[in-house]
């Protein structure tokens, strides 16, 4: 089981910019794909931002793409999460997440069998 942490969330206003973190355990991170999630209040949970083993691949949500940039260090077992440009409708509990099986591409929650604890991110108007 990996374990994940989460951390760099905060209030900002709009237009600002935040750099989430998540640490993982175990000596095998640089084999797993990690994934950003974010869910607010009153809705459903929903897929940001991933990147694979090597960090050479990443994909975004459309509402995110542009902003948002994904990027790993798995010398410091570390996955990133740099927010731009941020607007309220960004604001959520933001999750990290791991998979530790290849697959090509996953997005959805299902795919990702670890879960941070999450940080919270509110855009003020």
């Known amino acids: 089981q990996v374990q994940l942490v989460e951390s760099g969330g905060g209030l900002v206003q709009a237009g600002g910019s935040l750099r989430l973190s998540c640490a993982a355990s175990g000596r095998t991170f640089r084999n797993y794909a990690m994934g950003w999630f974010r869910q607010a209040p009153g809705k459903e949970r929903e897929f940001v931002a991933a990147?694979?083993?090597?960090?050479?691949?990443?994909y975004y949500a459309d509402s995110v793409k542009g902003r948002f940039t994904i990027s790993r260090d798995n010398a410091k077992n570390t996955v990133y999460l740099q927010m731009n440009n941020l607007k309220p409708e960004d604001t959520a509990l933001y999750y990290c997440a791991a998979r530790t099986r290849y697959m090509e591409y996953p997005r959805a929650g299902s795919d990702f069998g670890s879960w941070g604890q999450g940080t919270q991110v509110t855009v003020s108007s």
């Open positions: 990147v694979n083993w090597r960090g050479e691949i990443t």
